[in-house]
């Protein structure tokens, strides 16, 4: 029987890993950050952790969090609060949101240069 695999945690890159993780909790609504040896860590509700740790090479990084409707509006109405630029698509190139598989996502840049996501609802679930 194969063993069931998941998703631990995955290191972030910054400059400032308390900033850039106090960033993405803000925004999200998460609890505040916790260090743990060289990392901020920031724990989702699903287990996993993000982990940021501070280097001098940021390359830019693409996160999606699935989150439900009520949560969207949320986490939208902070980005427009802090005058974050929100986008439909990967590439910044529609402003706004998108309505793909009958939920919503939309796309913003952290303030390291990450590709940051959130959405309602998985791709490929049909809308």
Known sequence: M???IELNHTIVA???KNAEARFVT???GLPD???FGPFAVVELQNGVSLDFMDTADVPSQH???LISEEEFDAVAG???DRGVPTY???GHQTPGHNTN???RGLYFSSPEGHNLEVLTKPYGSGG
């Open 2 to 4: 194969p063993m069931s």
């Open 14 to 16: 910054a400059r400032d």
């Open 78 to 80: 902070r980005l427009r």
């Open 33 to 35: 950050p916790a260090p």
């Open 26 to 28: 803000d925004v999200l």
């Open 63 to 65: 996160y999606a969090f």
């Open 101 to 103: 598989d009958g939920g």
């Open 88 to 90: 439909g698509d990967p």
